[in-house]
């Protein structure tokens, strides 16, 4: 079992930055994490995701580029690391995890319950 907890959103003026924190409790150093978000009256669509071995990322078209996802097995925490946002990266942002090496949205089985970013204009 392992328990997921997002930290480090706010809010932020057009072209700023922030580091979005995922900490687990139970050792996920085995789990591919990813990263979703989900703005108001939208899917949740995936952002990024990271193996367990740091060896595969991925990242959405629309923030390659803007964010970069990594992880510290030894603290149980992985990052996401948001520049240059935009207004439109307002959204919801969920941290998952899942044992499976390259898991579909609908695969990941933990959750965290989310941080909020607004970006302003």
């Known amino acids: 079992q392992v328990q997921l907890v997002e930290s480090g959103g706010g809010l932020v003026q057009a072209g700023g930055s922030l580091r979005l924190s995922c900490t687990a409790s139970?050792?996920?150093?085995?789990?591919?994490v990813g990263w979703f978000r989900q703005a108001p009256g939208k899917e949740r669509d995936f952002v990024a995701s990271i193996s367990w071995s740091h060896s595969r990322t991925t990242h959405a078209d629309s923030v390659k580029g803007r964010f970069t996802i990594s992880r510290d097995n030894a603290k149980n925490t992985a990052y996401l690391q948001m520049n240059n946002l935009k207004p439109d990266d307002t959204a919801v942002y969920y941290c998952?995890?899942?044992?499976?090496?390259?898991?579909?949205?609908?695969?990941?089985?933990?959750w965290g319950q989310g941080t909020q970013v607004t970006v302003s204009s």
């Open positions: 998952a995890a899942d044992r499976r090496l390259n898991p579909t949205h609908s695969e990941y089985e933990y």
């Open positions: 139970g050792r996920f150093a085995s789990y591919t």
